[in-house]
């Protein structure tokens, strides 16, 4: 990746939730932290965030989920973007996520998890520092 | 989750700025009464303006109705649910539907995955309704609906199922949420555009004026746009500008204000400054009294009363000691009694990670029972009345929230200010500077960025999401599907089609085509032929 690029994050809302508060929160963050954001909208599947993610070139999604169904979404999100030649899409994970799930997302891929509470600088580092940093490593 | 920020000189207050932006002297004084004229701005309780009430005797006369949020899963689940709570003094049911059922997904949809039954009750068919609502005594126990863009769909499956239980039509209570320019700002249960949307919500006041007439046909909802960020003075001001636009949509129609204004009601939040909610419930009673009389000169008594639902916010919640929510819960509670509430639902502990167990719904109940029978909120109306603070702030609300619509009917109403996006980003703003505020400390939440406390696993038990439930689910649609008369499914399906492009009243129709046992999905379907569907505004 060109390091003076902006780096681009998709947050993005897969399932029928309808509540967006974080969602949109993180977007003004990051936006202020000097990334470019994009948000899907609601009620998105996962072959919607794919597209979406392959059209505004992305270098990271954002799943905003407080259904319950991180797990699953999370799975079939990892599988689509690997067959799509999208693999190496940096992909975080945020909303109503318990402890001990972020072991099982880990395992599937997701690079960072942010639990409701999560701190903005916890957040802004990451994005600032981490997500350049894997990027070059790629 | 919200309060006042604090500037602080070490432990010693400096400066106290609300959430509306109002800033709190250390003194109030009589001085700050002066303009207030106690007949023309308060009145007696039960009368003009209502700010103290909107009955003479209120808690003393009946407590509060307390609602809880139930509906799971299964319609079996549901129903005993319904039952249980019933039995340990609940007055009205709260039904949440799963969010298929609510964006008009039958429950075998592929976008339906891994959500039947996930937050609510699946309904696919009239059968759903039949089980739900078995052995409820349809005519004493009132019914909330949570339900938006299919609320018309839900409400013609309450009344057929109470009229084969043998419930005459005017003896059922029926409160559908039925709010869709809500939806838009917060919570996103939304499927049909503006325009036709609020059609259907006026179809649905029309109809069960004449049809219904103990239904509330829409509750017009502050709080999730209050959950989704807006400040207390968004929330009264949305919701006004909401419920005018149904308003004069029904007039347009050619019903009097008097025919239905009375049988609009408001759901709010609670959730941060005690005093500031108190004088936000007072304002918005005031203010709505005089608007309905001025504007649209109502006469009668009941259309100038402003009857709320105030419940406990989640957005006052933490994930973080979640025990403490039972405390932040027993407060809510408390400001939703001080501020004369007609119906109370509390959010329960539990909520930051799952919808309620069996137990936090429960302890939620309880503490509604302990304020109105140990706590003396049931002794004298309007407590807090006449307080220098309550009355000053009270009068400083009132005025912030006219500000606050006049600035939306500047851009030509809610329907225009939420197809522009401009609610949508006025209370995302907001929602990001309360954040900051968290981050920063000046705004503190106990546990999150005070007085924390390292723990382990919060010890919540969680409300397991049961995958039996879908096959039940799936298995009972298609054997609906199966067994119906397919030849009366479809003519009255036709009917409906007929009746939305026509611009009829289509809750006829729906009654005609649920009784055939039409599924949800099909009824949506049809809608969503005519009406096309609605499309997010950027707000970014």
């Excluded at chain 2, 959430?19 to 709190?24: R, Y």
């Excluded at chain 2, 003194?27 to 009368?47: F, H, M, S, V, W």
């Excluded at chain 2, 739900?132 to 005594?137: D, N, S």
């Excluded at chain 2, 400054?273 to 005031?286: H, Y």
């Amino acid at each position: 990746m060109n390091e003076h690029k902006r780096v681009r994050v998709l947050i993005a809302k897969p399932g029928l939730d309808g509540h967006d508060r974080g969602a949109k929160v993180i977007s003004y963050l990051l936006r202020d932290a000097g990334m470019d954001v994009i948000y899907t909208g609601l009620h998105k599947t996962v072959d919607q965030i794919v597209e979406a993610a392959l059209q505004e070139d992305v270098d990271v999604i954002g799943l905003s989920i407080l259904s319950g169904a991180h797990l699953p979404i999370t799975e079939k999100l990892m599988a689509k973007l690997r067959h799509a030649g999208l693999g190496d899409i940096i992909v975080t994970v945020g909303g109503v996520i318990p402890r001990r799930d972020l072991a099982r997302l880990k395992s599937l891929g997701v690079k960072a998890v942010f639990p409701g509470g999560t701190s903005f600088e916890e957040i802004t580092h990451f994005f600032q520092k981490e997500v350049p940093a894997l990027r070059q490593a790629l | 989750m919200s309060g006042a920020r604090y500037i602080k000189d070490g432990e010693e207050i400096k400066e106290v700025i609300l959430e509306s932006g109002i800033s709190v002297k250390p003194i109030y004084t009589p001085e700050d009464l002066k303009e207030i004229d106690y007949a023309r701005d308060l009145g007696n309780p039960g009368e003009f303006p209502y700010t103290r009430g909107i009955h003479p005797e209120m808690f003393r006369k009946l407590p509060w109705t307390t609602r809880q949020y139930s509906g799971f899963g299964t319609p079996g689940e549901t129903n005993e649910r319904f039952k249980y709570l019933i039995s340990h003094g609940q007055t009205g049911l709260n039904v949440a539907f799963d969010l298929p059922t609510q964006l008009g997904l039958d429950s075998d949809d592929p976008m339906a995955e891994g959500e039947v039954g996930r937050v609510g009750m699946a309904v696919d068919s009239l059968r759903d309704f039949e089980i739900a609502f078995a052995g409820i005594k349809m005519d004493t126990i009132g019914s909330g609906l949570t339900v938006n863009a299919v609320a018309s769909i839900i409400l013609a499956m309450y009344q057929v199922v109470a009229e084969k239980f043998g419930f005459p039509l005017d003896r059922i209570s029926a409160t559908p949420q039925n709010d869709i320019l809500k939806e838009m700002v917060g919570r996103g249960m939304w499927i049909f555009p503006v325009e036709p949307s609020i059609r259907l919500i006026g179809d649905t006041i029309e109809y069960s004026c004449k049809a219904m007439p103990r239904t509330y046909p829409v509750s017009i909802c502050g709080y999730h746009i209050r959950e989704s960020g807006a400040n207390p003075v968004q929330e009264i001001a949305y919701a006004f500008e909401i419920a005018i636009t149904y308003i004069e949509h029904v007039l347009a129609r050619g019903l009097g204000i008097d025919d239905f204004v009375g049988r609009l009601s408001f759901n709010l939040d609670i959730y941060g400054n005690l005093f500031e909610q108190v004088a936000k419930f007072r304002a918005a009673r005031r203010l709505w009294a005089k608007t309905i009389r001025e504007r649209y000169g109502a006469k009668e008594k009941r259309s100038l009363q402003f009857r709320m639902l105030a419940g406990g916010g989640g957005a006052g919640l933490t994930m973080q000691q979640p025990e403490n929510n039972i405390v932040r819960g027993a407060y809510y509670a408390l400001i939703s009694a001080l501020s004369g509430t007609q119906t109370m639902a509390l959010c329960s502990y539990d909520e930051a990670y799952t919808i309620p167990t069996p137990k936090a719904a429960l302890i939620s109940l309880m503490t509604s029972h302990i304020l109105a029978e140990e706590m003396g909120l049931r002794d004298t109306v309007d407590p807090l009345g006449g307080s220098y603070y309550i009355e000053s702030l009270t009068s400083t609300m009132e005025q912030k929230i006219s500000a606050e619509m006049r600035n939306v009917e500047a851009i030509g109403g809610m329907a225009a200010a939420v197809s522009s996006g401009y609610v949508q980003r006025e209370v995302a703003k907001q929602a990001y500077r309360q954040e900051k505020a968290i981050q920063d400390g000046t705004l503190v939440k106990v546990g999150v960025n005070k007085y924390v406390v390292e723990e382990d696993e919060p010890d919540v038990e969680l409300h397991e999401y049961n995958p039996a439930a879908l096959d039940e689910q799936v298995a009972r649609l298609r054997e609906v599907r199966r067994t119906r008369d397919s030849r009366t499914v479809v003519r009255t399906l036709k009917d409906l089609e007929a009746a939305a492009k026509a611009g009829k009243n289509v809750m006829p129709y729906l009654v005609e085509a649920v009784k055939a046992y039409a599924t949800v999905g099909e009824m949506t379907a049809v809608f969503k032929e005519v009406f096309g569907e609605y499309k997010e505004p950027s707000i970014f």
